[in-house]
């Protein structure tokens, strides 16, 4: 049980660790509202969700699912939608400064767009299956519940810390100007991920 908690550790953090669209939004909602309580719907909603994948990758029930042709391109193209939708709205969002009135996103908005980047995802949805799924295989029994367990506290812990880093930020940054430069910033991440999709397809 040890060994499956390390591994689901060093696997998880691993997968979670790199720049992505996900990371990037975390982190910017986290540094774009005044009270880090009130990003907390984005980390919440990204936090289930991944832990909804990590039990469904590692269950197979998610494999199945991707087998269907149609499910993919279906997932493929309402994924690109969103991203280019989201890349505009982060582009021309401008973060919450002492002189500046500007709103953040609502908790309505935070939930619909966290979910999108965690479930309409092929490409994290596939990583999560390919590595965590397949890793799981070698484990049954209370290890693999533990393994299991491992990874979605991973994920839980990465997403407070990824907005409370955002939140720190966000206070240092008086002048909005960083996070300014952090929202053409994602929304480029945010458009260069759905290029690659819709590439794939």
Sequence with gaps: MISAAIHG??????????????????????????RWVSALPVVLTASICDSLLISLAVFGVSAVVLGVAWVKVTLLSVGILFLIYMGYTTWKSKPVTGESKAVSLTPRKQIAFAASV??????????????????????SGSAKITFLVVC???????????????????????SGRFLLYLNKISALIMWGTALYLLFSL
Excluded: C, E
């Design 9 to 34: 550790f060093i696997l998880a953090f691993g997968l979670i660790l790199p720049l992505g669209v996900q990371n990037v939004f975390v982190f910017n909602q986290g540094a774009m509202h005044k």
């Design 118 to 139: 965690s479930l309409l995802n092929p490409h994290a949805i596939m990583d999560t299956i390919g590595v965590i799924g397949t890793s799981s295989l070698s484990y």
């Design 152 to 174: 979605i506290l991973v994920s839980w812990m990465w997403f407070l810390g990824l907005s409370f880093a955002g939140r720190l930020i966000g206070k240092l940054d008086q």
